[in-house]
């Protein structure tokens, strides 16, 4: 299963960037979907993530009312729209599809992973 994220790029600090991720329909319309993401030297984190529905949402405390994570249900997409980037949040972004359809921050929870995204936030 591929999983195409998009949208990284280097941004300055209190700037934006939206992320999109394509799922196959197949593997995602009844899962829930996530954002993590891995900063270099640093153990894999949890970012947001998305109920099969989009009618639930979880973030993690670093980017809770900066980030939104959203879904397109009919285009399978999931986006990750952050807003007043820090430097910290600098990092490979990646999606995953749970496999189940409420959303969860474990990483074992997730199923399905696709490649990454870099995001790089200069102060």
């Known amino acids: 299963v591929q999983l195409q994220a998009s949208g990284g790029g280097l941004v300055q600090a209190g700037g934006s960037l939206k992320l999109s991720c394509t799922t196959p329909r197949r593997t995602s319309s009844n899962n829930a979907m996530s954002w993590f993401r891995r900063a270099p030297g640093k153990e894999r984190e949890f970012v947001a993530a998305?109920?099969?529905?989009?009618?639930?949402?979880l973030y993690a405390d670093s980017v809770k009312g900066r980030f939104t994570i959203s879904r397109d249900y009919g285009s399978n997409v999931v986006y990750l729209q952050m807003n007043g980037l820090k430097p910290e949040d600098t990092a490979v972004y990646f999606c995953a599809i749970n496999r189940r359809p409420v959303p969860q921050s474990q990483p074992s929870e997730y199923r399905y992973w696709g490649q990454g995204t870099q995001v790089t936030v200069s102060s």
């Open positions: 998305v109920s099969w529905n989009g009618s639930t949402t």
